[in-house]
């Protein structure tokens, strides 16, 4: 059963604190994308990444990092330096430009 | 950078009738992608046009990419209730990013 999976389905932070959302893939696609999306609005990209061991900033990375260490994992994690981290959070990979979602996760601020 | 410009932002249909929504980019696109997401899901790939005037159907959905490669538009044609959702288009420039319009809400009464 191939596809996007991420974890959790829901996360809660407390002030001052980072979180580490997960995001795997066995599509065996070289290209993966973290989008964060909020109510009425489309999705931003936070951090993409065209190959393992290289990543690129999006459009709002401040307040995040990333890793890709093995080409089916892209880790993002919310820092404390993130002043307003509640949103819905996706994550992608693609093949020839089109773009597969996860599930997502939704990160609330306690 | 790039922008992309969608509306209207949210279409309330009668079921049975039609409605169209529109995407503008800012700059000329190599593609255009549509994606649909229903309430509490994730985005679905829908379709990707490439050339010039392109018109491609799926069932009773229409997606249309102008000539100059800056626009397109999906029409909906007889609205059920399975059409509710919110409708991306997002434009592609060679770069491996895309850049999601901030998304058409559609939804039906029955």
């Known amino acids: 059963d191939g596809g996007i999976t991420q974890s959790p389905k829901y996360l809660f932070r407390k002030e001052g604190q980072n979180v580490t959302l997960s995001c795997e893939q066995n599509?065996?696609?070289?290209?993966m994308y973290w989008y964060r999306q909020d109510p009425g609005q489309g999705l931003r990209l936070i951090y993409y990444?065209?190959?393992?061991?290289?990543?690129q900033k999006g459009d709002i990375a401040e307040g995040y990092s990333v890793s890709r260490e093995k080409k089916e994992s892209f880790p993002l994690t919310v820092t404390s330096a993130q002043k307003n981290p509640t949103a819905f959070y996706l994550c992608?990979?693609?093949?020839?430009?089109?773009?597969?979602f996860g599930p997502g996760t939704r990160l609330l601020v306690l | 950078g790039q922008q992309v410009m969608q509306i209207p932002q949210y279409q309330h249909v009668q079921e049975g009738e039609d409605f169209t929504t529109y995407c503008n980019s800012s700059t000329t696109l190599s593609n255009i992608q549509w994606y649909k997401q229903r309430p509490g899901g994730h985005p679905v790939f829908l379709i990707q046009?490439?050339?010039?005037?392109e018109v491609k159907k799926q069932k009773r959905l229409t997606f249309q990419f102008g000539e100059a490669k800056k626009n397109s538009s999906l029409h909906i044609t007889a609205t059920q209730t399975t059409d509710v959702g919110t409708y991306f288009c997002?434009?592609?420039?060679?770069?491996?990013?895309?850049?999601f319009g901030a998304g058409t809400t559609v939804t039906v009464r029955a």
């Open positions: 992608a990979s693609s093949e020839d430009e089109t773009q597969y």
């Open positions: 599509l065996n696609h070289d290209a």
């Open positions: 046009l490439v050339k010039s005037g």
């Open positions: 990444s065209q190959i393992v061991n290289d990543f």
């Open positions: 997002a434009g592609s420039s060679n770069d491996y990013k895309l850049s």
